[in-house]
């Protein structure tokens, strides 16, 4: 079963409004979750990296005033697309792993995405 | 050059064929790896992970080259099934905090 679950899974919006899409960790608590983004036979573009208790480190090039992360507890992560823009439209997904000494203990877990559309 | 780059396909095989495939990275220092596989439309999920002594999973085994900084996937007997785009991924640091870096992906056709 999913041990990372992304919410919504589809969402039309219109331009300028805010979305907001969460992120829990279902049976594991993650001090870190991960926001990426993808377009269509593109390949997953880290957006910014969710840090609980303390501000999201974001990639260069990302607005962090446009792509608001909160990550207010353990086990869950929210990423609001602000002013929503057509441009803005894409598959969004989070993904989490374990808090452990080891990656190679807990590897990284996806959401099922979120599907994006603005008009 | 890329942190990590994987030849993107599409590899197009019969059903039955063996198709291997691999995933270069730049930074010697790194530390774990990862074969996810994506289906259209979909999230990744977890194939395996890369151990330096090599692993199998069935029909699937991974190996490490870390003198030549490269991992592998080799499918056998690929089934129709198979088809999806196959993600390497690879992390610099121990930490579970670290950074993960995503190869844009192989995708793979199996035809009847």
């Known amino acids: 079963g999913a041990v990372v679950s992304q919410h919504p899974s589809r969402v039309i919006c219109k331009s300028g409004t805010s979305v907001k899409i969460e992120c829990r960790s279902l049976d594991f608590q993650a001090t870190t979750m991960f926001w990426y983004r993808q377009f269509p036979k ?4 880290l ?14 090039g990302v607005e962090k005033d446009k792509f608001l992360i909160n990550h207010a507890s353990l086990t869950l992560s929210t990423l609001t697309v602000t002013s929503a823009h057509p441009e803005d439209s894409s598959f969004y997904i989070c993904s989490a ?11 990284l877990h996806f959401g099922n995405g979120t599907r994006l559309t603005v008009t | 050059r890329k942190e990590v780059e994987q030849d993107p396909g599409p590899f197009n095989v019969p059903e039955g ?6 995933c270069t990275y730049s930074n010697s220092a790194s530390q774990s790896f990862f074969w996810y596989r994506q289906d259209c439309r979909k999230e990744p999920k977890l194939l395996m992970s890369v151990y330096s002594s090599g692993n199998e999973d069935g029909r699937f085994t ?12 080799l499918i056998r007997d690929s089934k129709l099934s198979d088809s999806a785009t196959y993600l390497c991924v690879v992390t610099p640091g121990y930490s579970s905090a670290s950074k993960i870096i995503f190869g844009s992906g192989t995708r793979l056709s199996i035809r009847p």
């Open chain 1, 42 to 45: 593109k390949s997953l573009m």
């Open chain 2, 17 to 22: 064929a063996t198709v291997a495939f691999n």
């Open chain 2, 62 to 73: 991974a190996q490490l080259n870390r003198a030549s900084q490269y991992i592998s996937l």
């Open chain 1, 47 to 60: 957006m910014a990296t969710s840090n609980e208790g303390s501000k999201a480190t974001y990639e260069q």
């Open chain 1, 97 to 107: 792993r374990a808090n452990s000494r080891s990656v190679r203990d807990s590897p």
